[in-house]
């Protein structure tokens, strides 16, 4: 069964910090990750996607990678501003979860002014 | 582009009730997936439909159903409302499959006395 993890839990930064969140999964067959951010009570809203012959992507002030080999995703994110404030989750795709995304649990971040 | 829609945003239903949520996908796309939202479990795949055909369902028992419509517009519904189907339901939809970016609506809060 895939799982996705997510660490840390939580995350609590000062303005103008660059940060790094994780995520690790088990099944090596994952093809897509996907990030999002989702504000309380809110829906989620896509932030990057990977798909299986990219290594990495780039939005912004966001950066995500991709390493199938070690199961692991990395979400980083410069110069974060209050207004990044929100959970973080990842999500991937593999065979054995017949095209649907798997999520971790999140990472909360709260960026102080 | 209009998003994904959800409606209702709020319901409160009691226990033994049944409801139906409805889901509009961004247009064009033809695949819409469900998720359940608690805090406890996290996100959770309840089904997918393409085409008017449910492509994958989730472990979920067989309270929970679906359908999808020749616009691509999908529904849920849920019978014998339970205390513990007290979630955030959210509908994501994407262009093929549910392997291609997923783009999700702001969610149906449902609430179970």
């Known amino acids: 069964k895939q799982e996705v993890t997510q660490i840390p839990a939580a995350l609590s930064v000062p303005e103008g910090e660059n940060l790094v969140l994780n995520c690790s999964f088990t099944?090596?067959?994952?093809?897509?990750l996907q990030w999002f951010r989702q504000d309380p009570g809110k829906g989620l809203t896509s932030l990057l996607l990977?798909?299986?012959?990219?290594r990495e992507q780039t939005s912004g002030r966001l950066n995500a990678s991709l390493d199938k080999s070690s199961g692991r995703s990395t979400l980083y994110i410069a110069a974060s501003q209050p207004g990044d404030s929100a959970t973080y989750l990842c999500?991937?795709?593999?065979?054995?979860?017949?095209?649907?995304?798997?999520f971790g649990k999140g990472t909360k971040l709260s960026v102080k002014p | 582009k209009a998003g994904v829609t959800q409606t209702p945003r709020y319901l409160i239903k009691t226990r033994g009730q049944q409801v139906t949520l409805s889901c509009s996908p961004i247009?064009?796309?033809?695949?819409v997936s469900w998720y359940q939202q608690t805090p406890g479990q996290g996100l959770q795949f309840l089904f997918e439909?393409?085409?008017?055909?449910?492509?994958n369902k989730g472990n979920f028992p067989g309270r929970f159903s679906g359908r999808q419509f020749s616009n691509s517009r999908s529904e849920m519904n849920v019978s014998t409302l339970e205390l513990g189907d007290s979630a955030l339901y959210l509908c994501?939809?994407?262009?093929?499959?549910?392997?291609?970016?997923?783009?999700f609506g702001p969610g149906t809060r449902l609430t179970v006395l």
């Open positions: 990977i798909q299986s012959s990219q």
């Open positions: 994501a939809s994407s262009p093929r499959t549910g392997s291609d970016e997923q783009f």
């Open positions: 099944d090596s067959a994952i093809y897509n």
């Open positions: 247009s064009g796309h033809r695949s």
């Open positions: 999500a991937g795709v593999s065979r054995r979860s017949q095209g649907n995304l798997i």
């Open positions: 439909y393409f085409s008017e055909t449910q492509r």
